[in-house]
């Protein structure tokens, strides 16, 4: 039985072209499966009925208060995964039925996403410094902040990625897929200005990894760890509270865009997001921002406290 997993993986690797991160998740899902169906003492993945599936994940779920079990996002995304698993044994004809596709996991509730305001930008992005570590890390930062990358699609840009000419960088997204993107004036200057000091990163050793555009201390490609663990230190240091991570920037990228535009489909196209549906929780973000500019402006929508004074007719406060 794992050697259809393993088969499946491959499918996904050299036929799909998903990322190492989507084979990765993948393959914890189905080896938490294999484990399952062991257990049940099933030796044929069409001897799994929905009913052994769905008992199974109640458990995970109910699991979950004591520490042990699975969240709704780890169910949903593993559920996923088991339906994706036996679309392929059916159309390699192992099995002639699906039990995962009957089977439903708890609703997901989506949490609106944090961004910055401009004032919490400016602090963070207009920070000076000639030490080279700085200048490639606010050189990170203004391209999150300018083109909306993901984190996987940042680390992975090479030299020839950045075309300085065209105001343009070419990234590698979800699904192998290739999108340009736009890159702003200061986030070009933070750019070309790591380039300038790019060399001292370089060492004999790390020759393999020089087409990186953005490199390690060791002159080697950067993780993402590294970016997270900048990103956030950089932040600490410009007396910025709350967690600070790269994703952060990209929703800030999406949430300022749309409100200045109102481009949903633009948006969507900048950010790599195959569902429209995806993109629109940004509309849902800047709703909210308005609901609030609403309720503290409005005369009709302000809350009386018990301090002020009883509902009643008032002179308009004179300007003065």
């Known amino acids: 039985m794992q050697q259809d997993i393993d088969a499946f993986l491959n499918y996904l690797k050299f036929e799909k072209n998903s990322s190492a991160h989507t084979c990765s998740a993948y393959q914890r899902d189905l080896s938490k499966l294999l484990k399952?169906?062991?257990?049940?003492?099933?030796?044929?993945?069409?001897?799994?009925?929905e009913r052994q599936?769905?008992?199974?994940?109640?458990?995970?779920?109910?699991?979950?208060?004591?520490?042990?079990?699975?969240?709704?996002?780890?169910?949903?995304?593993l559920l996923s995964s088991v339906r994706s698993?036996?679309?392929y044994l059916n159309r390699q004809g192992k099995v002639e039925d699906n039990p995962a596709q009957r089977v439903t996991a708890p609703k997901v509730g989506r949490?609106?996403?944090?961004?910055?305001?401009?004032?919490q930008l400016t602090t963070l992005l207009d920070q000076e410094d000639d030490d080279?570590?700085?200048?490639?890390?606010?050189?990170?930062?203004?391209l999150f902040y300018s083109s909306g990358l993901r984190l996987?699609?940042?680390?992975?840009?090479?030299?020839?990625?950045?075309r300085d000419e065209f105001r343009q960088v070419q990234v590698l997204g979800k699904g192998r897929k290739e999108r340009l993107l736009p890159v702003g004036r200061k986030a070009r200057e933070a750019i070309k200005k790591w380039l300038s000091v790019r060399v001292t990163f370089l060492q004999k050793e790390s020759k393999k990894e020089t087409q990186a555009l953005f490199l390690s201390k060791r002159g080697h490609r950067i993780s993402p760890r590294q970016?997270?663990?900048?990103?956030?230190?950089?932040?600490?240091?410009?007396?910025?509270?709350g967690r600070m991570h790269p994703h952060l920037l990209r929703h800030s990228f999406a949430s300022h865009l749309l409100e200045s535009s109102g481009d949903l489909r633009a948006v969507q196209e900048l950010l790599g997001h195959s569902d429209i549906?995806?993109?629109q929780i940004y509309t849902h973000l800047d709703f909210q921002h308005l609901a609030d500019v609403y309720d503290k402006a409005h005369p009709r929508a302000q809350r009386v406290t018990e301090d002020q004074e009883p509902p009643g007719i008032k002179e308009p406060k004179r300007k003065q």
């Open 277 to 279: 549906s995806t993109t």
């Open 132 to 142: 080279p570590l700085v200048i490639r890390d606010l050189a990170i930062l203004e």
């Open 227 to 241: 970016v997270q663990n900048r990103v956030s230190q950089l932040s600490r240091e410009a007396g910025l509270s």
């Open 152 to 162: 996987s699609e940042l680390v992975g840009l090479n030299l020839d990625s950045f």
């Open 111 to 119: 949490k609106l996403p944090v961004t910055m305001d401009a004032d």
């Open 85 to 87: 698993f036996y679309r």
């Open 36 to 49: 399952q169906v062991e257990t049940l003492g099933i030796t044929q993945w069409q001897k799994l009925e």
């Open 53 to 77: 599936l769905r008992a199974w994940l109640a458990g995970l779920h109910l699991a979950k208060p004591h520490g042990s079990g699975l969240g709704q996002k780890s169910l949903h995304r």
